[in-house]
């Protein structure tokens, strides 16, 4: 970059991103990087009111940016890992982080060094060991940390090796935790495979979604207050949602109805062999149920359940042809009464995500609308990107504007988990944050001590 090169350079941001800047630039290593402020927002002024607001405000402090030397940078110093930080009662305790933007607003388990290392006793690593390093703050994720945070989240010790895997996926480049504070305010959905779900006690049944069971609840904190404390996102700074939403409660699958009809896991569908343990990350920017699917299964539940999809995609078209080109997750949750139906009808997992590719599809004329005059991304022409060869034949198998098209490249591009209310025949559709939240899997390393925990 300029800056880092000593050549002089101005960065413009609207008036509403300049904290978000300010705070980014610091894990950047560029905490004094010279901005320049277009008042308000662009996207709802009028080329007259842009022309004036840059020539009024933004041109002068562009001038000074690069007239003018930054000041000399300085970073504030973090304790050391393992240090006391702090001595007191609970509530002291707690008065403390929430002052040091180290709480989610709920009490904290006061993080002793008793309980860190009861947690760094279900893990072979060492507690120095770098799991990995978190943007925007650039700062390490280590094993210690992982305990730290677990033991303010309300996690039980033995739930360690789920958080260390956990830490691994955020960390993983794929999934992008840089963009965990977007405007979307898109939320993190962690889904568990194998084995330790029941080892841990996860709800994988009715009420799979709901806060109210210990592992589930408190892990899904966990995820939260890790990037919170070692990411660096916190609301008014890093974390810039317009509305966001509260951490979601971990979900598990339902292997018993998988085994049963022989479908894959969400684990398998990502690489994972069948049993092993595992958690699979995704960023969604919301979703909604689809009650009661009944009737004939092809004439009735599936076509309900391809438009329930449908309807709860729009903007994120982007990340099928556009910024995301072909990053598009839909992730459908449906209950195991569904599955076994869906079975009992001849339909395998992948047929249901063909039959999801197939139907959950609009006019080729409203898909170009949505980016052109929706999303304000550049005109595209879903024929001229198949013709240069960006995106699949699939989208323009003739010229006719009202042709059908997909919303995503392909059906294994759908996400299909089995969960929930085992004699309820509901589903539940999440909207995906393509590139910015890509869904990522990593096996969960038990110690080789590892023994059942007594439930």
């Not at 929430?98 to 904290?108: K, R, Y």
């Not at 770098?130 to 303010?152: C, E, F, H, K, Q």
């Not at 794929?174 to 709800?203: A, C, F, M, Q, R």
């Not at 210990?214 to 700074?237: C, D, E, M, Q």
């Amino acid at each position: 970059m300029c800056e880092e090169a000593g050549i002089p350079a101005s960065t413009l941001c609207c008036e509403g991103f300049v904290g978000l800047a300010k705070a980014t630039s610091i894990g950047l290593g560029m905490p004094t990087i010279p901005l320049a402020m277009v008042p308000g927002h662009t996207n709802v002024q009028s080329a007259l009111e842009l022309r004036s607001n840059v020539l009024e405000t933004t041109l002068a402090q562009v001038i000074s940016n690069l007239t003018t030397p930054p000041e000399i940078a300085s970073f504030d110093e973090e304790p050391d890992e393992g240090a006391v930080v702090f001595e007191g009662n609970f509530d002291a305790v707690n008065d403390y982080f929430v002052g040091q933007e180290w709480s989610d607003g709920l009490p904290i388990v006061p993080p002793t060094r008793g309980k860190i290392e009861q947690f760094l006793a279900f893990t072979d690593l060492p507690p120095e060991t770098v799991l990995g390093i978190m943007l925007p703050d650039s700062r390490a994720a280590t094993v210690w940390s992982v305990a730290v945070n677990g033991v303010m989240a309300g996690c039980k010790p033995e739930y360690m090796p789920l958080l260390v895997a956990l830490a691994e996926a955020m960390a993983d480049p794929y999934y992008g935790v840089e963009h965990s504070g977007n405007t979307p305010g898109g939320e993190t959905l962690i889904i568990v495979n194998g084995p330790i779900v029941k080892d841990l006690g996860l709800n994988y049944t009715q009420g799979v979604m709901r806060d109210g069971f210990l592992p589930n609840t408190s892990i899904g904190r966990f995820w939260r207050l890790y990037l919170r404390n070692v990411a660096g996102f916190l609301l008014h700074k890093n974390d810039k949602a317009t509305y966001g939403n509260t951490w979601r409660v971990v979900i598990a699958e339902n292997e018993d109805t998988l085994a049963r009809i022989g479908w894959n896991s969400i684990a398998m569908d990502m690489g994972h062999k069948r049993g092993a343990n595992t958690v699979t990350i995704s960023r969604h920017t919301g979703g909604n149920l689809s009650v009661s699917l009944s009737g004939d299964v092809r004439r009735d539940m599936l076509p309900y359940l391809a438009d329930s999809v449908l309807r709860q995609t729009n903007w994120q078209l982007m990340f099928t042809v556009g910024q995301g080109m072909g990053t598009l997750r839909p992730q459908v949750l449906i209950t195991p009464i569904l599955a076994e139906t869906f079975h009992k009808a001849g339909l395998s997992k992948q047929d249901l995500k063909q039959f999801l590719f197939d139907h959950a599809r609009l006019p080729a004329w409203q898909f170009e609308r949505i980016l052109r005059d929706w999303t304000l991304k550049p005109t595209w022409d879903l024929a001229q990107e198949v013709r240069v060869g960006t995106i699949p034949r699939v989208f323009a198998e003739s010229d006719d504007p009202n042709r059908m098209v997909p919303i995503v490249w392909e059906a294994d591009d759908y996400m299909i988990a089995v969960t929930g209310d085992p004699m309820r025949n509901s589903a539940y559709v999440f909207a995906h944050n393509g590139i910015l939240g890509y869904p990522v899997t990593h096996g969960i390393r038990l110690p080789k001590n590892w023994k059942t925990p007594k439930s």
